[in-house]
């Protein structure tokens, strides 16, 4: 419990080091609410980051001192001030969903700047995929194998009323757009693909003649290259009580070589890798892995012995995570926006980056949304007419 409190009160409270000369600067479009945690925080922590300007829009992208742009803006906006920051010649740190449609995502990532020499650095920022414990759960799965996921997220009902901007439609609200795109990436990620289709999406609204397209919930049911199925369950209506986001993947049985069974039987293994936590996991989280053995005799395919063998992880670190990124930087009280600061830090100075989001994923990202809210009967979200 005191290791708990410790990280968490740090997570908010971080030591501030020493500043670098060569660091990037950062600009903040409008003063939205999610800027503090996922940008102002993690800033004070890293050596290479200072917060420069939080200010209106044009003077943000014409002042020669900024070197990146955090667009926190409305989804509706997302395309059109990323295309002026990218056009403004500032590496941009988009807060996610990236864009509104796949229409829009392949407009902006595919921009000609984009291609050119010293072209600024564009991110999605799915900031939970750049924490170690979502790459130690990675680690335990086999995506060839992988036959079902389920994941969930939900945000407490008090949070997000009719006026919330979660609930306007106009501005790319939904709880799809703004909860499930989490669950979305974390499914591709999970596959190591793109779904093929969309089998189901059920939703519900305030059918109310306001809020009749923004979705307060939803289920969604994915059909993947491999055949397996990936779910995603989200609600702007959950309990008080927090409950954790969960990602639960279930793989196909395969056989395990022993040698040192008779040739009469054979050894096979079901794997279940769950993590609970995979949006707040500086917080908490927890990794956990059945293995279900059998074996069976190869003639009847009766089970001769069964048993389970279950493991418990957590990687705050990734020291901790081990693997191939066991030298990477950070501290157990790092969020995930502070290590996707990190990778964002290494990109612009063109240093190695062990993980991350390129625009095709992005791109990947909105056409897997279009897909789900076209299934549902909500259609799209709104596109800007902005180029």
Same mark, same amino acid.
């Given at each position: 419990?005191?290791?708990?409190?410790?990280?968490?009160?740090?997570? %908010?409270?971080?030591?501030?080091?020493?500043?670098?000369?060569?660091?990037?600067? %950062?600009?903040?479009?409008?003063?939205?609410?999610?800027?503090?945690?996922?940008?102002?925080?993690?800033?004070?922590?890293?050596?290479?980051?200072?917060?420069?300007?939080?200010?209106?829009?044009?003077?943000?992208?014409?002042?020669?001192?900024?070197?990146?742009?955090?667009?926190?803006?409305?989804?509706?906006?997302?395309?059109?001030?990323?295309?002026?920051?990218?056009?403004?010649?500032?590496?941009?740190?988009?807060?996610?969903?990236? &864009?509104?449609?796949?229409? #829009?995502?392949?407009?902006?990532?595919?921009?000609?700047?984009?291609?050119?020499?010293?072209?600024?650095?564009?991110?999605?920022?799915? $900031?939970?995929? %750049? $924490?170690?414990?979502?790459?130690?759960?990675?680690?335990?799965?086999?995506? !060839?194998?992988?036959?079902?996921?389920?994941?969930?997220?939900? &945000?407490?009902?008090?949070?997000?009323?009719?006026?919330?901007?979660?609930?306007?439609?106009?501005?790319?609200?939904?709880?799809?757009?703004?909860?499930?795109?989490?669950?979305?990436?974390?499914?591709?990620?999970? @596959?190591?693909? !793109?779904?093929?289709?969309?089998? !189901?999406?059920?939703?519900?609204?305030?059918?109310?003649?306001?809020? *009749?397209?923004? *979705?307060?919930?939803?289920?969604?049911?994915? +059909?993947?290259?491999?055949?397996?199925?990936?779910?995603?369950?989200?609600? %702007?209506?959950?309990?008080?009580?927090?409950?954790?986001?969960?990602?639960? &993947?279930?793989?196909?049985?395969?056989?395990?070589?022993?040698?040192?069974?008779?040739?009469?039987?054979?050894?096979?293994?079901? +794997?279940?890798?769950?993590? $609970?936590?995979?949006?707040?996991?500086?917080?908490? $989280? +927890?990794?956990?892995?059945?293995?279900?053995?059998?074996?069976?005799?190869?003639? *009847?395919?009766?089970?001769?012995?069964?048993?389970?063998?279950?493991?418990?992880?957590?990687?705050?670190?990734?020291?901790?995570?081990?693997? #191939?990124?066991?030298?990477?930087?950070? #501290? *157990?009280?790092?969020?995930? @926006?502070?290590? #996707?600061?990190?990778? @964002?830090?290494?990109?612009?100075?063109?240093?190695?980056?062990?993980?991350?989001?390129?625009?095709?994923?992005?791109?990947?990202?909105?056409?897997?949304?279009?897909?789900?809210?076209?299934?549902?009967?909500?259609?799209?979200?709104?596109?800007?007419? @902005?180029?």
């Amino acid at each position: 419990m005191i290791s708990l409190l410790t990280r968490v009160y740090t997570s %908010f409270v971080p030591p501030t080091p020493e500043k670098k000369s060569d660091v990037v600067r %950062f600009g903040i479009l409008g003063s939205a609410q999610t800027a503090p945690l996922s940008l102002i925080l993690p800033a004070k922590s890293h050596p290479e980051v200072v917060l420069q300007a939080v200010a209106a829009r044009d003077h943000i992208l014409d002042d020669p001192k900024i070197d990146a742009i955090y667009i926190p803006l409305p989804n509706s906006l997302h395309m059109e001030w990323a295309v002026r920051s990218i056009r403004a010649g500032k590496h941009v740190l988009l807060e996610k969903p990236s &864009v509104s449609t796949a229409a #829009e995502a392949e407009i902006l990532f595919n921009m000609p700047e984009l291609s050119l020499p010293n072209a600024p650095v564009v991110l999605e920022g799915f $900031h939970n995929r %750049f $924490h170690p414990a979502v790459h130690l759960f990675k680690s335990f799965i086999t995506p !060839a194998d992988v036959v079902h996921v389920h994941t969930e997220a939900m &945000v407490p009902w008090l949070m997000v009323n009719k006026d919330n901007i979660g609930l306007n439609y106009s501005l790319g609200g939904g709880c799809m757009m703004m909860l499930g795109t989490y669950n979305f990436t974390i499914l591709r990620m999970i @596959f190591n693909a !793109a779904p093929e289709e969309c089998l !189901a999406c059920d939703t519900h609204v305030h059918a109310d003649g306001i809020h *009749d397209k923004c *979705d307060y919930d939803f289920t969604a049911k994915f +059909r993947f290259p491999n055949g397996g199925i990936g779910e995603a369950t989200n609600t %702007f209506q959950g309990p008080l009580i927090w409950k954790p986001s969960t990602a639960r &993947v279930t793989h196909k049985e395969t056989v395990v070589l022993d040698k040192s069974l008779p040739a009469t039987e054979e050894k096979m293994l079901t +794997r279940e890798v769950t993590l $609970h936590g995979f949006m707040n996991a500086v917080i908490w $989280h +927890r990794i956990d892995v059945k293995d279900s053995f059998v074996i069976r005799s190869k003639a *009847d395919g009766k089970p001769i012995r069964k048993w389970v063998d279950s493991k418990s992880h957590k990687a705050y670190t990734y020291k901790e995570a081990v693997g #191939e990124f066991a030298d990477l930087p950070g #501290e *157990d009280w790092w969020m995930s @926006f502070r290590y #996707e600061l990190e990778e @964002f830090v290494n990109k612009v100075k063109g240093r190695k980056t062990q993980f991350w989001i390129p625009g095709e994923d992005s791109i990947e990202g909105m056409k897997m949304l279009d897909m789900a809210y076209e299934k549902s009967g909500l259609g799209l979200r709104p596109t800007s007419t @902005f180029r």
